[in-house]
């Protein structure tokens, strides 16, 4: 049961947290938020799912909620207006599946399936009008949602938002090469290539619509701002390796920073587990500093003009939100049945992927 299984006032105590993945900082100083149009979000967001055929009924029905893809939106993107919410959750929704194909075209050996799919996200990514109706349901579903987070911000912010994902795409089609041949790449390797692959400036983009605002460069690119957004997706990429360990190793994954630690730098298991917790808190510990330095920065926009005032407040808001990102992100691992490795009958076997519709046997 998620904490929010009735209604949105309830607590995270609901979940029990396993101890080797507790943190009490999380639990006691980044209190958990959830967005008022939750409810509504879930609903359509399943329903989404069946209309774009992104899973079949069968799985919708069984697994969508208790996945919480749209607690995890609905607990970041505060203040957002509901139908940029929706799309932003859709989209994510989407992004969850896209992932899940990745991972089955490699087990599978379907490489030229995925040479075609990395391709035809490429071109519906540029022009999601022109892939609306596309044959491979991923691939529609994917320009709708372009179509429609492309809708709410000028020209710059959806170019910068391409030009982003574009680097995604590629990154994934990396972790393929290294998934086929068996490739486990070095800690720094790895570090870089999972700042591409879990998307982080992708999820710091989507703050702008968030708070109804394209920022420009040189508030984006100040230090203080730029820091407090990358070490919230650190701790988030960190805090999903330090989850998702037994479930990847039980795939025969690569791309985990335990599973690095553990090839290159002679670590045991237990060893492994402890230092990517210890970067974890660590990252932590840095947020609560970077984020002082970032609302010090966002008070320093508000120069008396109006302009200067109403950035300030944007500002202010994606700062708040990335402090969100900490908290939704810790509980949604507990949550969410995409963990639940132990009680799979194939740990390594998603129980709500749906093997045959991929083309497999």
């Not at 139908?83 to 959750?89: D, H, K, N």
């Not at 330090?242 to 730098?265: F, Q, R, T, Y």
Request: net charge negative; charged share 25%.
């Amino acid at each position: 049961m998620h904490a929010f299984s009735h209604g949105t006032t309830s607590t995270p105590t609901a979940v029990a947290v396993p101890p080797s993945l507790s943190l009490p900082v999380i639990e006691a100083a980044f209190p958990r938020q959830l967005h008022p149009y939750w409810p509504q979000l879930q609903e359509k967001t399943r329903t989404w799912l069946l209309e774009k055929r992104l899973m079949p009924a069968d799985k919708v029905e069984e697994y969508a909620d208790g996945l919480c893809y749209t607690d995890l939106m609905a607990g970041y993107y505060l203040g957002a207006p509901d139908e940029v919410l929706q799309a932003i959750a859709d989209y994510s929704a989407w992004f969850f599946v896209w992932d899940d194909r990745h991972d089955r075209d490699i087990v599978h050996g379907r490489t030229e399936a995925w040479r075609r799919l990395r391709f035809r996200l490429h071109a519906a990514l540029d022009s999601p009008g022109d892939h609306l109706h596309h044959e491979d349901p991923l691939v529609a579903g994917f320009a709708d949602s372009m179509e429609r987070l492309y809708s709410f911000l000028p020209r710059t912010w959806n170019a910068r938002f391409a030009r982003h994902f574009h680097e995604v795409i590629e990154a994934y089609d990396r972790e393929f090469r290294n998934r086929t041949e068996g490739v486990v790449p070095t800690v720094e390797e790895y570090l870089a290539l999972r700042r591409l692959t879990f998307a982080h400036w992708i999820w710091t983009d989507l703050l702008e619509p968030s708070a109804g605002r394209e920022l420009p460069d040189r508030v984006r690119k100040n230090p203080a701002y730029r820091r407090a957004a990358l070490l919230s997706q650190e701790f988030a990429a960190w805090y999903n390796d330090l989850c998702s360990l037994p479930k990847e190793i039980a795939g025969d994954e690569v791309h985990n920073l335990g599973i690095s630690l553990i090839k290159h730098e002679g670590m045991t298991l237990k060893q492994a587990v402890g230092e990517v917790r210890r970067r974890v808190e660590e990252c932590i510990d840095e947020f609560i500093v970077a984020e002082h330095d970032a609302l010090r920065f966002a008070d320093s926009l508000a120069d008396g003009t109006v302009h200067g005032k109403e950035l300030s407040h944007t500002v202010r808001a994606c700062v708040g939100n990335m402090r969100n990102w900490f908290s939704t992100v810790y509980w949604f691992h507990h949550e969410s049945g995409r963990y639940t490795v132990d009680s799979w009958d194939d740990r390594s076997t998603p129980p709500y992927v749906n093997n045959e519709a991929a083309g497999e046997k």
